[in-house]
Structures are given as structure tokens and as C-alpha cells.
């Protein structure tokens, strides 16, 4: 594949994620990649409903005791709309457009870290009030589920952000185009598992 | 003369395969082929079912292959022959997809029925008039590396051997206290597993008197791998009529009035006061959660520890060092205990007995 | 790296396979892996029947026994089986659907070193006197309550092994999906690369389950997690659950192949098109589906009550019809051939009666109220050996006489051959069938010893002797493995003469870049079809020779492993070490540092030559 061939926005494919062999196995081979990852999700999905509330005679820490909503809704909100702005991202990739696709992709990165850096404060504050990872089946279960989600988030954090340091100056071509957009897929993937983990988790939590 | 050999060879070779049915039947006490139990019945029922719908199969697809191996071999053929390049049969694939329908069909509406039948534990809690259950409820802890058997309605516990009446439905409790066991009689009926965090609930039925038996009891396994030991983790049954039960449960329920009277103690009992009462009851009247195994019915057993010779040599080598026999298992070994006392702790246990 | 032959030095031979990207050099590491680990987990068989040969035998110890049968289930199903079909598949795969290399080299080799790394962890832990004890199953209660790092090892060391699994899963998915040669649609393709896309698929849903109850375990045991604590409000039944929803998928993922092998080595030695293809790749499928809905039928004495019991045999059961339209598929493509009787087609046909077998008595114990009867006992374990021995370890070997010249150029002595299936077969029917028995007469499975005068001591010398047979058997096969290694007497395309698909249309060994040109395929069988209107080669090329794009090679793989081999220990010392933790965290920054190198470094392959690839094409005298 050659780096250096040069595109304008009319030479340019209309699906650039897919127009190379390399980029189309990729493509392929993602979408297969994230329904293996639903399976995992799924399943600690079904172990966190199967050990909701469990925990030693007398556990006193229960769903709607724990969780806030506020601040939840806060997050969803900050991952709804980095989701939002990945879009926008990759509009601007099948543009041609590196440069807008660059900034909407970095307001998704700053979305996500805003998320993170509010998951870390609820698991701090949780911690705080003795619902620890060992104090209880139900904690085990909250932490892992949230805790595999909040971790998918992170990795995507650190992908995007080594994909836009790297790519900084080469401008688009067909070699970097699918890698942005199996970013994309990707931060779209656990913007869904959170959707879940909202409904499961904490609307489920506070008011079933 | 001749004909006389050959009747007698004749009649040989008859016995011989009358024994080799037989012995493909394995052993009356723990084989699932001789079911002593109507459970077991339906289960043996369900095998015969299976088994003959399953040789069907298999001696059609044997049949087919051994003609084709004969006919169509390629040093018969020649080796230039190009057979033709059938792509299939629309009508021999619906042959072979419905006729197994069927067979399976077959088995899976017994399969079902059974299913039901077999889980039906609802009889469990029926009481009668003044509230007592109408039925036996047995509660079964199995523990590293044996089982406890509690009869809560009649207030006593045993160990390692079960004791049942027969002709009726015996309900059982399943729980495991360390790790996963699993509760198997083998010529009763089948097993279920005790889980550590719910009771399991099943039914078993008796119906031959263990007294006909080899060794007069039942055997019982686990049947989960549940540590080192596990293929030591036996323990028997006894069946006997309801009338013999409850004279049984009367005598069990006797053991928990005898005063120890201290002057007429004799030295085994004295010691085992001292060295294993700690862990060991010898009265059967209360519940379930002792450390070790109620001895109470010691003497009337069929085996130390659940697999060991019931003689007091086994027993002496078996309290002085359990792990050697049984690794893993809880038991404290005493090996610093002198042979006298060993032989008076044996003697005294020997003789605990509700049924002699 | 150009296809010119050259003497190199042992360096650069190891080098060149520790960063191969080949697809059938990772195939073959696989097989040599995955056989290494087949002999270890043989012996272990070898040992568990030495151990039962007499009643009260103390051949070894109660635990060490456990920690045998362990060892001897994991490896066997996770380091053997496995890898040794993922090889077939790596090498094969390809070549059948005309494709240079799998969609992701890169992967294929990562896949191969998590598998390595994996099992490697896995046996260390003999080296430390810790070994995994809870059987192959680690049913919670027991692996919770197992004392020191035995546990750990498996539950780390399958996760690695695991993780390279999913990826190999994936891989043989895309390339099936995107590489297949012009022509070659889904309906053409050969049954093995069908099976290896439904156990692909199988293994892409069927491992994320496996992953997540590992770390339950991983958690539970090094990390004060509670899942299946009950005391902390945990629940053990979830891991039986997880582990079923996995494993049973995970039994198809093995048989699927190996009914994969002999649907190619039926046809060839029978030479006849395969009967019923269309209703063969549907069973295919449907098996693969059904695989997913019937994983309870391992728990029907855990007490889930009767509807769950029902509903679960009822679906157990059905799996026996698509099964057996492949039997009669096979027995029907037998019929009007011209059968040769070959070793591959030896391990075939008493595969066929073999298998049977292990599928009936698998249909009983389908029956939940029977199982009750027979869960746990010495006829499960006959039952699983049939459908295991009689169907995956027949189709391992069948393969690997089938395909030795297709991957060594050179092939396997065949009256050694032979002699290892007399051996093996009768063993093997002399080891499981009297096991059904032991069953019935109430044998418990996983009994270190038995008592004597339970009726059980002339079955367990029989069983014990088969065993031994089968031992002399794949001794033999080693015997002749080096032998023929020794002559070397090198063959052509289609050794067998009755070559019907592409791999048999090429060179053996294929050159690196599999076909000068991408072939082009004209129906089912498509070799058979060329050479039967008059085409010898079979091959008809879909373009001209050109320049052909490929792969670089790679350490990165290796090391992305081992930094998780290294971190494994890391977390299972974490809590009693200094060290532990640190050497979690670098195990895991070598992998991420490996990875993000990966990324950040552009590796756009190279091109083979058109003229490199003429003078190839000249050299052989001829094409393709």
C-alpha cells in the first residue's frame, strides 16, 4: 500500500474504511471482534443481576442505598455525547476533512476522560462508604461489570489519543482511514453497554 | 457317552452365559442394573427404552456400512473405476431426518413424564391432622469426607449409614457443609447433587430388605469430586420393614436418656470422654452440624470411616492416623495414643449398638 | 525473504519460525505444540490407569491423582485437541479456499504464542507442586476451597490459552468471509473450511463466557472477590452455568472439525462427491447452533427442577438428528464409491461405527431421569472418550496422515500407519467400551482408587490394558513420524492420486505465497472437475502472475505473550510476594508497550516479485 498517494475530496472513496483489503478484513473482523465482546458483556451482565444485593447475613449495602442518579445521568449524558462527536468525526473522515475530523475526534477523547474521571470519583466515593470490591458478591459483581466497562472506556481513551499523536501530520489516506473508523465502532460499542448498564444497573437499581 | 458330554457341555455352556448375564449385571448392592426401588425402576425402564431405540440405529447405519465396505471396494472395482458423482437424495435425506424424529420422540415424552414424576416433591410438606408429616424426611449434610443423616420429625442424627423403612416414599434434604458432594445410591435410584448454598429435595423409594444383601446394607458414593478422598467418601444404606424402623428410631431415640454413670464407666468410655467427645456424640437424639460423625450406631456398622473393614484393627489404625486412610479428611490423628487405650476406645466403640 | 532457497544458520531458522507469519508454518507450530502437550496428557492417561489397574492400588497419591486427571482433561481438551484442529485449519483452510494467507497473519502468530505461553503456564505449575486438582470442570466450591497456587495456574493459564483461541476464532472467520478465491462461494467450499467456520463461529461466542468466569475465579481466588462465596452471598452454580455455556459449545468446536476431516478423506478415498453436500453444510450449522442450547444437560443432578430438566433434554436429544444425517451422509457417499482402503480412510470408516456409539449413549444420556442414573459415573466418562477418541482423536489422525505430504512434502510410511490404527482402534474400544459397564455397576468417574469386591476389579484391568495398547499405538506413530522424517522422499501435488480440492492442486509443501495466481473455481470439488475434463494440473488460474503483496514477519507476537506469561505469575504471587505486584504490572506493560508498538509502527508488508514468481513456476516446470 502506498503512504505517500495523495487524495482530494473527489478522488477520496465513498467508504474509505473499507476500500483497501487490509481495511475491509479489519472491518470485517471488528464487527465479529465486538459480537464476541457483547457475549462477554452479557454474560456479566447476567451474573451481576443474578448477584444483586447478595452479600454476607446482614450486608447492609443495597442498590438503593448506593447509587445517585445525578451523577450517573451526568455521565451517560458525557459518553451519549462523545458518541455524538465520534460521528460527527467520521463524517468529516469520509470528507476528506482531516482537520475537523481531528478536532470532533479530540472532543470525544476530552467527553470520554470526562467520564472517566467521573467513574473513578463514584468508585472512590463507594469505596469510602465500605462497598469494596471484597465486601460482598454483589460489590464483586458491581465492580467487575461497571469496572470491564469503565476499563473498555479507558483503553479507547489511550487508542484514540497514541492513533491522533501518530497521525498527527500524514493527513488521511487509506492505510490511517480504517483505523479511525474502527475507533469509531468501537466508542459506539461501549457508549451502547453503558445505555445498558444505566438501564440495568442504576435505573433498575434505584427505582425496581 | 458322547451325548451325555455333550449335554453336559451343553448345560456348561448355558451356566456360563447365565453368569456372564448375570455378573454384566454387576453387584446387587450398588448396581443400577438390579433397581431395588421404584425410582430406580423408572430409571432402569428409561435405559432399556433407550438402549433398544439406540441399537436400532446402530445396527441400521452397521448394516448399510458393511455392505458398502463389501461391495464397493476399489481392489474389486478396479483401479480405473470412476464411480458416478451423486450429489444426493432429496427423498434419503427426509428419511433420515424424520425417522430419527420419531425414535427421539419416543424418549423424549417418557423422558419427560419422568422428568416430573421424579421431581415431584410436593408430598414433602403434607401434614395430617395434628400437624405431624405424613411422610419420612430425611436430612442429608454431606461433609469432607462423610454424610450426616438427620430425621427431624423424630429428633435424631446419624452418620454413614442410612437408615430407611421400605415400601414408601423417603424424602430427602440435600446440603453440602464445606464443598459440592453429590448423594448417590446406585441401586435406589439416581443422584442428586448437594449444592453448598440451596437444599436439594428428592424422593427415593425402598423396596428389598438390605438383610438379603452380601453385606446386609446398600451402597452409597459421592459422586461429585469433591478433594483428595472423594472415592472414599461411601456410605451404606439399610432398609428394613416400617415396623423394624421404628423400632429402631426408638432405640435411637433411647440412646439420648442413658445417663452417664460415673462410676460404671469403663475405661474406653473414660478416654473417649476425654479424647473424642469434643467432635463425636454418641447419642443420636439431636440435629445436624456436629463436627464429626455421630457414633451412637457405631457397633452396628458395616464400615469404619466408609470403606474400611469394621473390626477393631481397622479401627486402631484408623484413629491413630485418619490421613494415612483418608487424606484430607478433618479427623485428628492420635498417634501418640498408647495401644492399650486405642484397644479400650475400640472396645467401647464396638460395642455402641441400637440394634443389638 | 524472497522465494530463493538458501542454507541458513539454526539462528536464523529459529528466527524465521519465532516471528513467522506464515500461516501454514503457524499451522504447523500448532501441531507440534498441540502434539507435545497430546503425549504429556496421554502419559497422564497412562498414569490414571495404571493408578486403577488394581482395587487399593497406590500407584499414586489420592491427591496427586486429582491433580493427574486435572491436568490430563485440561490439556487434553485446551492444548491438544484444540490447538492440533486450529493447525489443520491454519494450513489447510487457506489452501482449500485459494486464499495466499489467513485476513490477519499478525493475529494468527499472537493467537499461536497465547496458546504456547498458555499451556506453558499451565505445566509449570507441575514444576512448582502446585498443581490444578478441582478436574478439568474446577467446579467452584472445590477450586475456591483448593489450597495453594494449583487453581491459579488454570485459571490463568486458560485465560491466555483462551484469548489465543478467540483470535485464531476470529481470524479463520474474516478469511473465510473475505479471501475466499474467485468462484469459490459459500455452497463450493469444501466441508472442512465449512466446519472450521462454524467451530470459528462457535468459538467467537462461546469463549467470551470462558474469559469472564475465569476471572471470576481469578478474582475469587487472588483478588478477594466473592463471587462464588456463598457465605459472601455468592453463588457456585454460576460458574456451572458459565463454564457449560462455554464447555458444551466447546465440545462442537472439537467434533465439527474432525466431521470436517473425514468429509474430506470420505469423498477422496471413496471417490465419490460427497453425498448430501447441501444437507451436509446445513447439519453443520445446525449442530454449531443447537451446540449453544443444550449446555444444562451438564447439570441435570445441580437440582434446576424439572422444567429446566425437560426442556433441556428435549434439545439435547435434537441434536442427534443433524448428526445423524451426516452419519448417514458419510455411509451413503461410501455407497457406489470405490473405496480404497488407505490409513486416513482406515481412521474414517471406524470413525463412522466409533462415533455412533459415543452418539447414542450421548442421546441416553440426554434423558434426564437416566442421567440421574449415569451423571458421574464411569459411563460418562465412556461416553465422552467415545465421542472425544472415537471422533476428534480418529480425525487428528486421519488428518495427519491425510495432510503430512501436503504439509511436509513427503509421506507418512503407510503399513506403520496402519499398524498404529490397529493398535489405537482396538485399544481404544478395549479402554471405554467395558467402561459403560463400570458405569452401570455404579463406579463413580474421578475415584483415585475402589475398594475390592465390588465386581469392578476385571473391567478396570481391561480398560487399564487398552489403554496401553493405545499408548504403543501413538508410539508407533512417533516411530514413524521420525522415519519418515529421516528418508525424506519427496512427492507431488496430489500424493493420494484422488485429489479433489485446491490444496491438492499445488506443490507440497506450497510455496510461501500459497498460488502463483489465485485459482479460479468452478463448482464443488473443483480439482476433481478440472481433471476430469481433461485438465491435469486441476488448476485454472483467475489472473495473470503478478506481483503478490505479503506479510512481514513479527516477534512483537511473541513477546505481547510472553508478557502475559510473566504477569500471570505476578498476579498469583501479588498477595504473598514483594515482587508480585510489580511483576504483574511490567508482565502487563511488556504486552501493552508490545502492542502499542504495533500500532504506532507502519508494517505494510512487501511484494513478491512477478519475475521472482516466474522463474518459481519455471524451476517446477510447468504451472501451478
Known amino acids: ?208 | 457317552m458322547m451325548m451325555k458330554g455333550l449335554k453336559k457341555w451343553r448345560l456348561f455352556s448355558l451356566l456360563a452365559a447365565v453368569t456372564v448375564f448375570l455378573a454384566g449385571c454387576g453387584q446387587e448392592q450398588l448396581s443400577i442394573l438390579l433397581p431395588a426401588g421404584q425410582v430406580g425402576k423408572d430409571q432402569f425402564n428409561l435405559l432399556i427404552l433407550s438402549s433398544v431405540i439406540m441399537l436400532i440405529v446402530i445396527i441400521v447405519v452397521v448394516i448399510i456400512y458393511v455392505i458398502a465396505l463389501i461391495r464397493f471396494r476399489r481392489s474389486k472395482l478396479g483401479e480405473d473405476h470412476i464411480p458416478k458423482q451423486t450429489e444426493g437424495s432429496h427423498i434419503l435425506e427426509l428419511v433420515w431426518t424424520v425417522v430419527p424424529i420419531l425414535l427421539i420422540l419416543v424418549l423424549a415424552v417418557p423422558t419427560v413424564y419422568y422428568t416430573y414424576k421424579l421431581g415431584n416433591v410436593t408430598a414433602m410438606d403434607a401434614v395430617d391432622e395434628e400437624g405431624n408429616t405424613e411422610n419420612l424426611v430425611v436430612d442429608v449434610t454431606a461433609k469432607l469426607f462423610w454424610w450426616e443423616f438427620e430425621y427431624p420429625e423424630l429428633g435424631i442424627v446419624t452418620a454413614q449409614e442410612l437408615v430407611v423403612p421400605m415400601d414408601e416414599k423417603v424424602y430427602f434434604n440435600l446440603i453440602a457443609a464445606d464443598v459440592k458432594h453429590s448423594f448417590w445410591i446406585p441401586a435406589v435410584g439416581g443422584k442428586l447433587d448437594t449444592n453448598v448454598e440451596n437444599v436439594n429435595k428428592f424422593y427415593l423409594s425402598f423396596e428389598k430388605d438390605s438383610k438379603d444383601l452380601k453385606d446386609g446394607v446398600f451402597y452409597g458414593k459421592c459422586a461429585e469430586l469433591c478433594g483428595p478422598s472423594h472415592a472414599l467418601m461411601d456410605f451404606k444404606v439399610k432398609t428394613m420393614p416400617r415396623a423394624e424402623f421404628d423400632t429402631w428410631v426408638t432405640a435411637m431415640q433411647a440412646t439420648g436418656e442413658e445417663t452417664t454413670d460415673v462410676a460404671a464407666v469403663g475405661q474406653g468410655e473414660e478416654l473417649f470422654q476425654q479424647s473424642c467427645i469434643a467432635c463425636h456424640a454418641t447419642s443420636a437424639v439431636g440435629e445436624t452440624g456436629a463436627i464429626g460423625p455421630n457414633l451412637a450406631t457405631f457397633g452396628d456398622r458395616n464400615r469404619i470411616a466408609g470403606f474400611m473393614d469394621h473390626d477393631k484393627e481397622s479401627l486402631k489404625e484408623w484413629i491413630k492416623d485418619p490421613q494415612k486412610y483418608k487424606p484430607g479428611n478433618k479427623m485428628q490423628s492420635f498417634g501418640d495414643m498408647s495401644d492399650e487405650d486405642l484397644d479400650a476406645i475400640a472396645e467401647y466403640l464396638m460395642g455402641l449398638s441400637v440394634e443389638k | 525473504m524472497s522465494s530463493v532457497a538458501q542454507k541458513r544458520g539454526f539462528g536464523a531458522t529459529l528466527w524465521d519460525w519465532l516471528t513467522t507469519v506464515d500461516h501454514k508454518k503457524i499451522g504447523i507450530l500448532y501441531l507440534l505444540g498441540g502434539g507435545i502437550f497430546f503425549v504429556i496428557g496421554g502419559i497422564e492417561a497412562l498414569i490414571i490407569r495404571i493408578q486403577l489397574l488394581k482395587p487399593n492400588n497406590d500407584f499414586v497419591s489420592a491427591g496427586l491423582f486429582n491433580e493427574i486427571i486435572t491436568m490430563h482433561g485440561t490439556t487434553m481438551i485446551f492444548l491438544a485437541a484444540m490447538p492440533i484442529l486450529i493447525g489443520f485449519m491454519n494450513v489447510v483452510m487457506p489452501l482449500q479456499i485459494g486464499a495466499r494467507d489467513v485476513a490477519f497473519p499478525f493475529l494468527n502468530s499472537l493467537g499461536f504464542w497465547m496458546f504456547f505461553f498458555g499451556g506453558l503456564f499451565l505445566n509449570v505449575s507441575w514444576l512448582f507442586g502446585q498443581v490444578p486438582d478441582a478436574g478439568w470442570t474446577s467446579y467452584a466450591s472445590l477450586s475456591i476451597a483448593s489450597e495453594g497456587h494449583g487453581i491459579d495456574f488454570y485459571a490463568i493459564g486458560l485465560q491466555i490459552a483462551g484469548g489465543g483461541t478467540l483470535i485464531g476464532g476470529i481470524n479463520f472467520l474474516v478469511t473465510i468471509i473475505t479471501m475466499r478465491a474467485p468462484g469459490m462461494t459459500y455452497m463450493r467450499m469444501p466441508l472442512f473450511s465449512w466446519t472450521t467456520l462454524v467451530a470459528s463461529a462457535m468459538i467467537l461466542f462461546a469463549f467470551p463466557p470462558l474469559t469472564v468466569g475465569l476471572f471470576f475465579l481469578t478474582f475469587d481466588r487472588m483478588f478477594g472477590g466473592n463471587f462464588f462465596d456463598h457465605t459472601m452471598g455468592g453463588n457456585t452454580i454460576i460458574w456451572e452455568h458459565i463454564f457449560w455455556i462455554f464447555g458444551h459449545p466447546e465440545v462442537y468446536i472439537l467434533i465439527l472439525p474432525a466431521f470436517g476431516i473425514f468429509s474430506e478423506i470420505i469423498p477422496m478415498f471413496s471417490r465419490k462427491r460427497l453425498f448430501g453436500y447441501a444437507a451436509m453444510v446445513f447439519a453443520t450449522v445446525l449442530i454449531g447452533f443447537l451446540g449453544f442450547m443444550v449446555w444444562a444437560h451438564h447439570m441435570f443432578t445441580v437440582g434446576l427442577g424439572p422444567t429446566a430438566n425437560a426442556i433441556f433434554s428435549v434439545s439435547t436429544m435434537a441434536i442427534a438428528i443433524p448428526t445423524g444425517v451426516k452419519i448417514f451422509n458419510w455411509l451413503l457417499t461410501m455407497w457406489g464409491g470405490s473405496i480404497k482402503m488407505t490409513t486416513p480412510m482406515l481412521y474414517a470408516i471406524s470413525f463412522i461405527p466409533s462415533f455412533v456409539m459415543g452418539g447414542v449413549t450421548g442421546v441416553m444420556l440426554g434423558s434426564a431421569p437416566l442421567d440421574y442414573q449415569l451423571h458421574d459415573t464411569y459411563f460418562v466418562i465412556a461416553h465422552f472418550h467415545y465421542v472425544i477418541v472415537g471422533g476428534v482423536v480418529l480425525g487428528i489422525l486421519a488428518g495427519t496422515h491425510y495432510w503430512w505430504p501436503k504439509m511436509f512434502g513427503t509421506m507418512l510410511n503407510e503399513p506403520l500407519g496402519k499398524i498404529t490404527f490397529a493398535l489405537f482402534l482396538i485399544g481404544f474400544h478395549m479402554t471405554f467400551l467395558i467402561q459403560h459397564w463400570l458405569g452401570f455397576w455404579g463406579m463413580p468417574r474421578r475415584v483415585f482408587t475402589f475398594m475390592d469386591g465390588q465386581g469392578w476389579n476385571l473391567a478396570n484391568v481391561i480398560s487399564s490394558v487398552g489403554a496401553l495398547l493405545m499408548g504403543l499405538g501413538i508410539l508407533v506413530l512417533i516411530i514413524n513420524i521420525i522415519i519418515t522424517s529421516v528418508k525424506n522422499v519427496r512427492v507431488g501435488n496430489d500424493p493420494w492420486g484422488d485429489g479433489r480440492t485446491l490444496e491438492w492442486a499445488i506443490e507440497s509443501p506450497p510455496k510461501f505465497y500459497n498460488f502463483a495466481q489465485t485459482p479460479l473455481v468452478r463448482g464443488l470439488d473443483t480439482v476433481w472437475i478440472e481433471k476430469m475434463e481433461g485438465n491435469k494440473s486441476g488448476f485454472t488460474a483467475a489472473e495473470p502472475v503478478q506481483d503478490i503483496h505479503m506479510p512481514n514477519g513479527s516477534i512483537i507476537p511473541m513477546i505481547m505473550s510472553f508478557g502475559l506469561f510473566i504477569g500471570g505469575f505476578g498476579a498469583m504471587f501479588h498477595a504473598e510476594e514483594a515482587w508480585g505486584l510489580p511483576l504483574l504490572i511490567f508482565g502487563l506493560f511488556v504486552t501493552f508497550a508490545s502492542m502499542a508498538t504495533r500500532s504506532l509502527k507502519d508494517d505494510l508488508g512487501y511484494y513478491v516479485k512477478k519475475a521472482d514468481i516466474e522463474r518459481d513456476l519455471k524451476q517446477k516446470g510447468g504451472r501451478n
Open chain 1, 1 to 208: 500500500m502506498d503512504l505517500n498517494k495523495k487524495f482530494t475530496p473527489e478522488t477520496w472513496p465513498d467508504h474509505p474504511e473499507r476500500a483497501t483489503h487490509e481495511a475491509k478484513n479489519k472491518f470485517v473482523g471488528f464487527w465479529l471482534f465486538l459480537g464476541g465482546e457483547t457475549v462477554l458483556f452479557a454474560t456479566l451482565f447476567a451474573t451481576y443481576i443474578a448477584l444483586k444485593n447478595k452479600g454476607p447475613a446482614g450486608y447492609e449495602h443495597t442498590t438503593q442505598e448506593l447509587f445517585e442518579l445525578p451523577l450517573v445521568f451526568v455521565m451517560t449524558m458525557l459518553l451519549l455525547t462523545s458518541s455524538l462527536t465520534s460521528v460527527y468525526a467520521m463524517y468529516h473522515m469520509k470528507n476528506f476533512n482531516f482537520k475537523k475530523m481531528q478536532l470532533w475526534l479530540a472532543i470525544t477523547a476530552l467527553l470520554g476522560l470526562g467520564f472517566i474521571g467521573l467513574e473513578v470519583y463514584e468508585f472512590v466515593h463507594y469505596v469510602k462508604e465500605g462497598f469494596t470490591f471484597d465486601s460482598s458478591a454483589f460489590s464483586s459483581a458491581f465492580f467487575t461489570l461497571v469496572g470491564t466497562h469503565g476499563f473498555h472506556v479507558a483503553i479507547g481513551l489511550v487508542w484514540i489519543t497514541l492513533l491522533l499523536i501518530r497521525n498527527a501530520k500524514r493527513g488521511l489516506n487509506l492505510y490511517n482511514a480504517s483505523k479511525y473508523y474502527t475507533f469509531s465502532l468501537y466508542w459506539h460499542f461501549i457508549d451502547v453497554v453503558w445505555v445498558f448498564i444505566f438501564t440495568v444497573v442504576y435505573l433498575m437499581g434505584v427505582i425496581g
